[in-house]
């Protein structure tokens, strides 16, 4: 097959993954990578700093722009192509893209329950950069509150009400680490380790897949792909195919 040349937007909780897909591709591949943190700022926001990506690439110089993003709570519906098509994985997060399938992630997601799952870029991207945290949702709404915070700003029997109704992981009861094989070393699985030992959690850790990665680059972009020319939209679907292309 004749090599593409392709824009690559994506999230940097891929940044090691989609760096060895794309020094392995025999397409022509550049990159630009958005803050991770752009998904605390909710959906509306995340999906305008994406389109302002898009719309920046250049006429004429691409084939395709590749988006390194699940659907993430609605955050890439919308996106609109220009002149260029985009393409997508069919993922609802970026977990269904380090399993390698929306199969496996359903089969992980049915089978174990409460699951935070990490990765490298998961654990040395940090949280929310500074620059973004003060838009961010947790921040607007108190998430990213300690406890005493919330004691000193509301009153002890208000904080503790507070606390316990804006914990996100008091559902959560298991780590789980995603190994992908690009690593330098086992540094992430004893991260995931100490943070398991910190919450008395379970702490597991699972083979991921680049498949999923290493096609948005290299093709097929077959169903486990959406296709999205130029003058369409990605909505999403609300079924197995999470997103699909409407005008």
Known sequence: MESQRLQLIACEVFTRELCAAVAGSSNQVDLKFLPKGLHSLGCQRMRSAIQDCIDAVPEGRYDAICLGFGLCNNGLAELRAGHTPLVMPRAHDCITLFLGS?????????????????????????????????????????????????????????????????NQTSNYGRYCYVEMGVEPDDRYQRETQRRADDKGWRCDTVRGDMDLLQRLLNGPWDDDFITVAPGQRIAASYDDRVVEAKP
């Open 102 to 166: 929306r199969q496996r992630y359903r089969e992980q997601f049915d089978n174990n329950p409460g699951t935070y799952f990490l990765t490298s870029g998961w654990i040395e991207r940090g949280d929310t950069d500074e620059q973004l945290q003060p838009l961010s949702v947790e921040h607007q709404t108190g998430l990213d509150l300690s406890y005493q915070d919330m004691v000193d700003k509301y009153g002890e029997d208000n904080a503790k009400f507070l606390y316990e109704q804006l």
